[in-house]
């Protein structure tokens, strides 16, 4: 059974980098054609799939935030890692870390509990 957890701070200031940690346990992050993906939605809105990176190393970004988002792994910790910089309050969300054979998808088969992240002075 394959597990995700999500971990990082809750609280972030505008224009400062948002760094979370995805650990992933009973799979290996490097087997399987699997993407690794982060997913978030903010208050009252929709999820919004942000990137991901592939079980051979390659990263893929949505449009509107590949400015901003930096995608990694660790894979000696079977973890893997989202950097978001110049965050403002509108990346205030909740953060999904999430695994599944499909790049981009919202509906992942793997998906971490979430945690919130808020972007606040």
């Known amino acids: 059974q394959v597990q995700l957890q999500e971990s990082g701070p809750g609280l972030v200031k505008p224009s400062q980098t948002l760094s979370l940690t995805c650990t992933v346990s009973?799979?290996?992050?490097?087997?399987?054609?699997?993407?690794w993906s982060w997913i978030r939605q903010p208050p009252g809105k929709g999820l919004e799939w942000m990137g991901a990176i592939g079980s051979s190393g390659g990263t893929y970004y949505s449009s509107p935030l590949k400015s901003r988002t930096s995608i990694s792994r660790d894979t000696s910790k079977n973890q893997f890692t989202l950097q978001l910089r110049s965050v403002t309050p509108e990346d205030t969300a909740v953060y999904y870390c999430?695994?599944?054979?499909?790049?981009?998808?919202?509906?992942?088969?793997?998906r971490g509990q979430g945690t919130q992240v808020t972007v606040s002075s």
């Open positions: 009973g799979g290996s992050i490097t087997g399987n054609y699997y993407y």
């Open positions: 999430a695994g599944d054979l499909v790049v981009a998808t919202l509906t992942p088969q793997y």
